[in-house]
């Protein structure tokens, strides 16, 4: 294939789109379809606004831009590495961020319930001073968390240093670098000794059988921050077990599992975990307050 073959962006767009379905390329990280994906890596790549397609539809290429544009379609196509890593960015409910492959692509339901400032089980939003964010990954949440909880401060924990580089970036990119403090540690090791009235958490929860089927661009991404042990529950026990003393009187812990709910239930068989809505549905995320931690 060659830049002759094309002129217009429709053009590219149609080939990137059946392009990606024969290669049989699997979405999720930001898009759900190889058509939104083609747009947006197309858009990205002529440095166009990544929400309007329609107007820059059939304007004529310069023979450098498809050049660049057949590049990252055979970039996605062939090496397989979610288009996040591509374009270093992720979007998140409408906030970016700069990603690279020291971190998973963001992408979490906790943001959904973030947004309605975790109603109605956090009934003032203004009176939460104090947070913990485990397993921080790209910084994403405690950015999203501090926009929400204007009195609060965050404290962002991840045990990969790595990680942690990336989430520094994000962190003074949105100039938080007063209301988030980022943390090296392994899960509560190196926090401070104080009560928070949030600890939320998206951790490692995918179970051993699941890690072994993961799609390639799955693959891509840090395994430290996808494998949960045999039954995907290995970091969510040690979050559980040390929330209570971390907690506040009326404090509230989060974690956000994923397809895990069967195996969290078993893990914690005397603890009445409350499933919150997501748009995936009731078993996503769930709840403990610190009364049922004690």
Same mark, same amino acid.
């Given at each position: 294939?060659? %830049?002759?073959?094309?002129?217009?962006?429709?053009?590219?767009?149609?080939?990137?789109?059946?392009?990606?379905?024969?290669?049989?390329?699997?979405? !999720?990280?930001? %898009?759900?379809?190889?058509?939104?994906?083609?747009?947006?890596?197309?858009?990205?790549?002529?440095?166009?606004?990544?929400?309007?397609?329609?107007?820059?539809?059939?304007?004529?290429?310069?023979?450098?831009?498809?050049?660049?544009?057949?590049?990252?379609?055979?970039?996605?196509?062939? /090496?397989?590495?979610?288009?996040?890593?591509?374009? &270093?960015?992720?979007?998140?409910?409408?906030?970016?961020?700069?990603?690279?492959?020291? *971190?998973?692509?963001?992408?979490?339901?906790?943001?959904?319930?973030? +947004? =309605? /400032?975790? %109603?109605?089980?956090?009934?003032?939003?203004?009176?939460?001073?104090?947070?913990?964010?485990?397993?921080? !990954?790209?910084?994403?949440?405690?950015?999203?968390?501090?926009?929400?909880? @204007?009195?609060?401060?965050?404290?962002?924990?991840? *045990?990969?240093?790595?990680?942690?580089?990336?989430?520094?970036?994000?962190?003074?990119?949105?100039?938080?670098?007063?209301?988030?403090?980022?943390? =090296? %540690?392994?899960?509560?090791?190196?926090?401070?000794?104080?009560?928070?009235?949030?600890? *939320?958490?998206?951790?490692?929860?995918?179970?051993? @059988?699941?890690?072994?089927?993961?799609?390639?661009?799955? /693959?891509?991404?840090?395994?430290?921050?996808?494998? &949960? &042990?045999?039954?995907?529950?290995?970091?969510?026990?040690?979050?559980?077990? !040390?929330?209570?003393? +971390?907690?506040?009187?009326?404090?509230?812990?989060? *974690?956000?599992?994923?397809?895990?709910?069967?195996?969290? =239930?078993?893990?914690?068989?005397?603890?009445?975990?409350?499933?919150?809505?997501?748009?995936? &549905?009731?078993?996503?995320?769930?709840?403990?307050?610190?009364? @049922?931690?004690?």
């Amino acid at each position: 294939m060659t %830049s002759n073959n094309f002129s217009t962006l429709r053009d590219l767009l149609r080939y990137a789109v059946t392009r990606f379905n024969t290669a049989k390329l699997v979405f !999720g990280h930001g %898009s759900s379809n190889a058509f939104d994906e083609a747009a947006y890596l197309l858009l990205h790549t002529l440095k166009l606004p990544i929400d309007k397609l329609d107007p820059f539809l059939d304007a004529r290429l310069l023979p450098e831009e498809i050049d660049a544009l057949l590049n990252v379609i055979e970039q996605r196509a062939t /090496q397989r590495v979610p288009a996040a890593y591509i374009t &270093g960015e992720a979007w998140l409910d409408g906030y970016r961020f700069y990603v690279d492959q020291r *971190v998973i692509v963001p992408r979490s339901f906790i943001s959904e319930l973030i +947004r =309605e /400032q975790f %109603s109605p089980w956090v009934g003032d939003p203004d009176s939460v001073s104090n947070i913990l964010e485990l397993c921080t !990954g790209s910084g994403c949440l405690p950015i999203m968390l501090a926009d929400a909880f @204007q009195n609060a401060h965050i404290d962002a924990v991840d *045990v990969s240093a790595d990680a942690l580089a990336v989430a520094k970036r994000n962190v003074e990119e949105y100039e938080l670098q007063d209301r988030i403090t980022l943390i =090296e %540690s392994d899960l509560y090791a190196n926090v401070p000794k104080k009560k928070y009235d949030l600890i *939320v958490t998206n951790p490692p929860y995918v179970n051993a @059988q699941s890690m072994d089927k993961l799609p390639e661009e799955y /693959q891509r991404e840090p395994r430290i921050a996808l494998a &949960g &042990g045999s039954d995907g529950m290995d970091l969510v026990r040690k979050i559980v077990a !040390g929330a209570a003393e +971390r907690l506040t009187e009326h404090g509230i812990l989060m *974690v956000e599992i994923g397809n895990e709910r069967i195996h969290a =239930e078993a893990a914690f068989p005397n603890l009445e975990l409350t499933w919150l809505s997501t748009s995936a &549905g009731d078993d996503m995320v769930f709840l403990l307050t610190a009364d @049922q931690l004690k």
